[in-house]
């Protein structure tokens, strides 16, 4: 199975909260990275930063300024 669709899932809810802060977008995000944690061919950096990235977006994040 091919993980691009799940990829640019991600990246496309990464983008959007960051570009709204909806954090229901982050933890969509963070679930999809999630699940490519679980692919068995990726390397152990690309997984600590998915890793990452997933505990990142799924933290409390002080409120935005207008």
Known sequence: MTTAPLWAGALSLVLLHEETGCTQSARHAARLLE???EEE???AATRTL???AG???T???PP???
């Open 41 to 43: 061919e990726l390397d």
């Open 59 to 61: 933290a409390p994040r």
């Open 55 to 57: 505990a990142r977006l």
């Open 64 to 66: 935005r300024r207008a």
């Open 35 to 37: 699940r490519l944690c």
């Open 50 to 52: 998915l890793e990452r």
